[in-house]
């Protein structure tokens, strides 16, 4: 009996395993049709000064508006898109929709006039010989200062093929661009390494900031990573936001900058002009 409940337990894992094979083969299928299908569009959050409480600018996050599937969350493709390679056009359409979109803004609002934008690259992207040219080109077409785009490149990119990465974060800072480390604190890089970039902000990583809770300790870490920021030179923006009971103590340890549901979670293109309008001050 024990061999037969064995084996039944196996003839399920495969039938979840074929499932799985044939949901990730035909999200592949669809998402090599969504870029031609104008599919895919970008919400916006704010990221906050926590000195004035004014909006600085926004990172642009993609969603996915399939028929069938309805708005699909970035957690969803994005891996998909890497390991197919589809995240390199994909990316390419996000820069330059959100530079677009921003300069837009900047044109109809004057209290946008001096917002940023920042754009989430992957790996295969940071690492693409021609990633200037097309970042060049693009700020050209939609007549994007240099100044107000921020690329965003995770922790754990950072830790891959130094080298390439540098050539292009060279080029990047020669023109002014200005980049981020995102989900910071969960890659296990050092000081020493951090400083060998040129690097404008850290982003504490959100699992860090939403266990800051009554635990002290918590609090410590958080500590920790502002100040690493501040001993580099640089400012540190914390990352998912809920509570005002985070925030007060955020700005107790002296954090420039947040952003998280707690001002607003990412919002369309409607939803952000109705927002800039109102020019809010947290
Ligand atoms: P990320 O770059 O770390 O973006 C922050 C994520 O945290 C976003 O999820 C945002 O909606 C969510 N978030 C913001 N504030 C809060 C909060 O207060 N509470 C909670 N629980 N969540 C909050 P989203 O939009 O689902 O994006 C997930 C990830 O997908 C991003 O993480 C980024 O790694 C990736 N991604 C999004 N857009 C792009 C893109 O255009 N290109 C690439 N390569 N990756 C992207
Ligand atoms: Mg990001
Ligand atoms: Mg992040
Ligand atoms: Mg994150």
Request: charged share 25%.
């Amino acid at each position: 009996q024990a061999k037969e409940s064995g084996k039944g337990r196996y003839a399920l894992f495969d039938r979840e395993m074929y499932a799985q094979t044939l949901y990730l083969s035909q999200l592949e299928t669809d998402l090599r049709f969504a870029l031609a299908r104008q599919q895919f569009i970008l919400h916006y959050q704010p990221i906050i000064a926590l000195a004035t409480g004014d909006i600085v600018g926004f990172e642009a996050l993609i969603r996915w508006q399939d028929p069938e599937r309805g708005l699909v969350s970035p957690r969803e493709f994005i891996k998909i898109a890497e390991d197919t390679g589809l995240i390199v056009l994909i990316g390419e359409w996000v820069l330059n929709e959100a530079c677009r979109q921003l300069r837009a803004w900047q044109l109809k609002f004057s209290n946008a006039s001096q917002y940023h934008i920042s754009v989430n690259l992957a790996s295969q992207q940071i690492k693409q010989p021609s990633l200037i040219t097309i970042v060049e080109r693009i700020l050209k077409d939609t007549e994007l200062d240099s100044n107000f785009l921020k690329l965003e490149i995770t922790e754990s990119t950072l830790m891959e093929e130094k080298e390439t990465i540098m050539e292009n974060f060279a080029q990047i800072k020669a023109r002014n661009i200005k980049l981020s480390i995102d989900d910071f604190g969960t890659g296990y890089s050092s000081l020493s390494y951090l400083h060998s970039f040129p690097l404008d902000t850290l982003k504490i990583d959100r699992s860090f900031v939403s266990r800051m809770n009554a635990n002290q300790e918590n609090c410590e870490i958080v500590r920790t990573i502002i100040n690493l920021a501040h001993s580099l030179g640089i400012d540190a923006i914390a990352e998912g936001v809920e509570t005002p009971y985070q925030l007060e103590q955020l700005r107790k340890l002296g954090c420039k900058f947040a952003q998280g549901y707690l001002f607003a979670q990412p919002l369309d293109t409607q939803a952000v002009e109705l927002l800039i309008a109102s020019n809010p001050k947290w």
